[in-house]
């Protein structure tokens, strides 16, 4: 045999000469010519002896460039998957953090730019049942633009949650149908309500008191004081969960409790100590209605978490756009015809002398208002979303404490932007209300850890 060693290789079938893996550089052996037949691909005339493959066994060469890429491409992926995820995250809660702070002051500032009436601005002095009509109607058609692009995520806009059918073939066929429900289903906003839940819609009852409460509180007072009051929200979470019997607070929960109660005195006192009897009174009467305000956004905390545990308030099926979506439009329905019975006459009234004595248009009094009432209702929308958002990123526990932080923030910026000056004493109580919050979020997260048979309600899940 001639040195046709490197050369030489087993017969091939059609099938392997056919491969272009396996026939990249395979030699046949052909024992009647005593010669070898190569087969070399196209392309690869170059081949030297030492590229040739084993006898029997076919070689594969090296791409030593295909090599770099995938080492290259490891980084990439690990960066693509792990790094670039983590940071677009971070990222986005960041983001949703700063615009729930910052709208939350924009919604407060504009509320009470509204409420009040000024000497260099035309618009004002809105009454507080009409503001917050206002509010729900413009927050709802933003929600109802976001659900239609399917923002966040969303499944977009879902039909009512009613119990008129059996509630678990109703989860069932939603679950199976939930892409194309909302495009095949045509919202009816009068039949949706006739069977709606019963949970959503107290839900959204309270929702639309609370908010009509806070902006009472605003008419009456300032922006700092009613954050402040409102800030003690934890004390009515807790008698409502106490009352209704999933909730035994221990010993250091009822001194934090105490602590808030002493902090909102104290801050209630100091921003009107020296003043006169009346402005007293009507700091008071402002501190009963937010209470009354904190208690509505209890109870809507409540609700809302009965509903989450219906079938019908799953979380595929109902989403956090949906069921803010449907809370506003309950809040629209329940406002209309008491504002424009007891509320429309004196605005129409107001609204002709206006437009005689100075002009609606020529003064720019119109796009005024129109401007500052978009600006109040989406921030309203989007700074109530940005705290959803938030809460479905982190836990309970630590958005209450955000929330802590943001009202503290709301107050300080609020006393600077309407140069309401804040007294010491003002200051203590704000900072002892903080503190004791602080600490019943502590002491209750320490009692979570422990089994227990039912969910706890407080801090609220939901926004305010």
Sequence with gaps: MRRLGSEVAPLTDANSLANPRTSRLVSIWDPSNQESISTIPSGHSNITEKQRPLPGRPKRRRDLALTRRKSRSFWTRLYTRWIQGIVTSFSSLFLALVLWYSLGVVSIGSSKLLLSQHERMLVGNIPPLLLTLQQLLVGSTLLRFLLQIRFLHS????????????????????????????SERKDSFVSGLLFCQPSLLLAGVYFCLGFLATNYGFSCSSPAFVETIKAAEPITSASVAVWWGIEVLSRP???????????????TYGNHRGGPASSLIESFASFVVVMASNLCFSFRGLHQKLFRATPEGNQQLVDDLNLQFRMQQIGVL????????????????????????KGL?????????????????CAFASYNLASTYILSRISVVHHA???????????????????I????????????SVLGFMSFTHYKAQRQRQPKPLSSLLPTSAVN
């Design 401 to 419: 404490a955000l929330n802590c932080l943001r009202r503290v923030f709301a107050v300080v910026v609020t006393s600077l932007l309407f140069q």
């Design 334 to 357: 329940i406002l209309a015809i008491p504002a424009f019975v007891w509320e429309g006459p004196s605005t129409l009234s107001n609204l002709w002398t206006l437009s005689t004595t």
């Design 155 to 182: 499944v977009g806009l879902q039909p009512w949650p009613s119990t008129s059918v059996d509630s678990v073939s109703l989860t069932s066929r939603r679950l199976q149908k939930l892409s194309t429900l909302s």
């Design 421 to 432: 000056p804040i007294s010491l004493l003002g200051a203590i109580g704000i900072a002892v």
């Design 253 to 267: 929960e009822r001194s934090s409790l105490a602590a808030i109660v002493a902090g909102v005195l104290l801050s």
């Design 361 to 377: 248009i020529t003064n720019g009094c119109l796009v005024q208002y129109i401007g500052l009432a978009l600006l109040n209702g």
